[in-house]
């Protein structure tokens, strides 16, 4: 048995054990491939870097644990974005998961970089209630909360929420979906687009063709579209984290598939060839006899 009908019968497992090892190496030693900016990540940085030093940026995180790998690395580079530029941010939660999701990302990194919570930023935690409670944000921001923050604490008792009253009153409204139906775009019709408060969105790579439609009109201030939209961010915020790393494992494994394809494909030649050389010479030698 030569090297191709070997590969061809190779026990699957071994194609898992390569998969393996080659996601883990870059996850151990990133490599740092190039990632080409988009536009639609290049928007959302911008809009981001117009908002006026102190000024407010609201950030609802509507996803769960299913989708933090991708989620997760643009909540950290939005938050991290937001305090080198010295802005205040509100986050808060529609689903059920949101709430934990965002403050286990959020409060190591806030004491990585030295920000004081109620005074910098806050997390209000899940308030239910969907387009309902985006309507009372507008009439009445603590009501809509509950009057507390997430671990139940009064939000009178915050700096961070002095005078906001109402979502309105927000200098940005940052959006992380991953959710349907979208609450991105329940915000554009009850606040972005009414009030003209800006909206930019980051979402799951499954949820970009639902949501493109709004950045391509005009919507949408920015859009992160998934791991590859949060590894632009860190890029462009100078900030390299899971995403990057994320995208190298990505690209390592994509490389795999391609070769194992092309061996795949030179066995099945090269074992055909053989098998045909074989014939012919069975032919040939009945011949002679």
Partial sequence: MDIWERLQNLDRRWYYIFLL????????????????????????????????????????????????????????????????????????????????????VLKPLAEKLGVTYGVDWINLGYKPGGEVTLKKMVDNFYEAAAYTDIAGDPLDEFPIMEGFDSITKADLIVSLVNVTPSPAQSILKMIAIPKGTPLAVGVGS????????????????????????????????????NAIMGMDAQSAAHILVIALIALGNLGYFFGKRKTALGGAGTLRGGGVS
Avoid at 206 to 227: D, I, Q
């Fill in 21 to 104: 090892v080659v996601i883990s190496w870059p996850i151990v030693k990133p490599w740092g491939l190039p990632i080409k900016i988009g536009a639609e990540t290049r928007k959302f940085f911008d809009t981001v870097e117009k908002v006026p030093q102190g000024g407010t940026v609201v950030v609802d995180v509507e996803y769960r644990t299913d989708s933090v790998v991708e989620m997760n690395p643009m909540l950290s580079a939005v938050f991290q974005h937001a305090m080198a530029r010295r802005l205040k941010v509100i986050v808060w939660s529609g689903v059920d998961e949101g709430a934990i999701v965002s403050q286990s």
């Fill in 206 to 241: 499954v949820a970009v063709p639902n949501e493109m439609p709004f950045f391509s009109s005009g919507h949408y201030k920015g859009l992160l579209a998934g791991l590859r939209g949060a590894a632009e961010y860190e890029l462009l915020t100078n900030n390299p984290g």
